[in-house]
């Protein structure tokens, strides 16, 4: 038993220090810089899809009333939230107290860059593109912004993607890591698709916001993982 538990260890070892996470992160950000650029194009296009998707989350009779039962709305304004600044300030906040009382000082100091780097990122892109909100159907949401891309979608990818690949890194356990980003990307996911549902954001703006958040994450951990190699970053448990 004691020699099957070591070689799980190092394989356990092996796969989070393999070159091939490197290259599989790679293909993660080149396939999100890909995807974001297809939805960008997408915005100068006639947008039928677009439109078909948000008056099919109304009721053919009231585009005020959004399909399914009353609590849905409800709950969608709920999951929007944990993607708006207030929400995303609070649990950086929080992330970077637990860094900084386990003394973990550089990856506090990363964590506020990287969270920071993608907000200039996503005001950057909004500023780049300003496509006009959605008027096809009412908004459920209050919005001042420009819609493309989805700042609520991409900063719950940047936010949460960061935070728990980051966090995986400094925990030990394979599932454990797995738990992490799982959570975080469902979250993300849940960000996104209130965004729709609420009639604030066109599919495409959101699809891009995703390819954005995760491409930025991506290069993120990256940059994380190299660190941690050279010694500048905390390296992670096993």
């Known amino acids: 038993m004691g020699r099957i538990g070591d070689t799980k260890t190092r394989l356990t070892a092996w796969f989070w220090r393999s070159d091939l996470i490197l290259l599989v992160g790679v293909g993660i950000v080149a396939t999100g810089c890909l995807a974001f650029l297809l939805a960008a194009d997408a915005v100068s ?24 039962p009353r609590w849905v709305a409800d709950a969608a304004r709920d999951i929007t939230a944990i993607g708006g600044q207030t929400v995303l300030v609070l649990l950086i906040a929080s992330v970077l107290g637990y860094l900084l009382i386990v003394r973990r000082w550089h990856a506090a100091v990363f964590v506020l860059a990287a969270t920071g780097g993608g907000t200039l990122l996503s005001v950057a892109l909004k500023g780049l593109y300003s496509r006009p909100r959605p008027d096809v159907v ?14 609520h979608s991409m900063m719950s990818a940047v936010v949460y993607l960061t935070l728990g690949a980051l966090l995986a890194r400094f925990v030990p356990g394979c599932w454990t890591k797995v738990y992490f980003v799982g959570v975080a990307v469902l979250l993300a996911l849940l960000v996104g698709t209130s965004r729709v549902y609420l009639g604030v954001h066109y599919p495409t703006d959101v699809v891009a916001g995703w390819s954005a958040g995760v491409a930025w994450a991506m290069l993120c951990w990256l940059l994380a993982r190299y660190l941690q190699k050279r010694g500048v970053v905390e390296r992670p448990a096993v």
């Open 45 to 68: 296009g006639p947008g039928q899809t677009d439109a078909q998707i948000l008056r099919a989350l109304r009721s053919s009779d009231e585009a005020h009333t959004p399909i399914g």
């Open 138 to 151: 009412p908004h459920l949401a209050h919005v001042t912004s420009s819609s493309f891309p989805s700042g």
